[in-house]
T-cell receptor
């Protein structure tokens, strides 16, 4: 079974731009969560989608948004990029419930 | 508020020895805990989990201990190997059905050959 895939793997943007990241969960997984990982803040929860609905949301500004499609694939968008948005963005998929989450390799976003 | 913390940011262990990584959590309502391993350039990889109705769970070379009285979690790795070098995170899930995980800051484990 293929794992969680994320595209692109690396991205360089400039301040003020917007970016869209994509995540394809493991087949059969309907829950997709997004995390931001930085050296200073560690792994922080962004949001979680299940059946195309946002079910949980972390403490991030409204510039961070996401969506999930009917095939469970998910995208996250960051508008008006700031230098502090530079991070590794991780996507994780799971079955419904508190079971283990399977992480993708992440998208490394650099904002210049 | 919720917080998951680690006692030591770095740990060096001789190859073949056992290692113990500790984690403290503050949310007594958490009922599910996970240990993840993250190697450079990769996403976190599930190692082992434990639910709050247990105090010990064993896997292959790994054991997780949960002490709910002091809200402490530990990961024991037996007979460490060079491939065990990575950053280890504990994570807690506050309640059943909630996919949100709160992660600790991580401990970097280095295995010395």
């Amino acid at each position: 079974k293929a794992g969680v895939t994320q595209t692109p793997r690396y991205l360089i943007k400039t301040r003020g731009q917007q970016v869209t990241l994509s995540c394809s969960p493991i087949s059969g997984h309907r829950s997709v969560s997004w995390y931001q990982q930085t050296p200073g803040q560690g792994l922080q929860f962004l949001f979680e989608y299940f059946s195309e609905t946002q079910r949980n949301k972390g403490n991030f500004p409204g510039r961070f948004s996401g969506r999930q499609f009917s095939n469970s694939r998910s995208e996250m968008n960051v508008s008006t990029l700031e230098l502090g948005d530079s991070a590794l963005y991780l996507c994780a998929s799971s079955q419904p419930g508190p079971d283990e989450q399977f992480f993708g390799p992440g998208t490394r976003l650099t904002v210049l | 508020g919720e917080s998951v913390g680690l006692h030591l940011p770095t740990l060096s262990v001789q190859e073949g020895d056992n290692s113990i990584i500790n984690c403290a959590y503050s949310n007594s309502a958490s009922d599910y805990f996970i240990w993840y391993k993250q190697e450079s350039g990769k996403g976190p990889q599930f190692i082992i989990d434990i639910r709050s109705n247990m105090d010990k769970r064993q896997g292959q070379r790994v054991t997780v201990l949960l002490n709910k009285t002091v809200k402490h979690l530990s990961l024991q790795i037996a007979a460490t190997q060079p491939g065990d070098s990575a950053v280890y995170f504990c994570a807690e899930n506050p309640r059943f059905g909630n996919e949100k995980l709160t992660f600790g800051t991580g401990t970097r484990l280095t295995i010395i050959p």
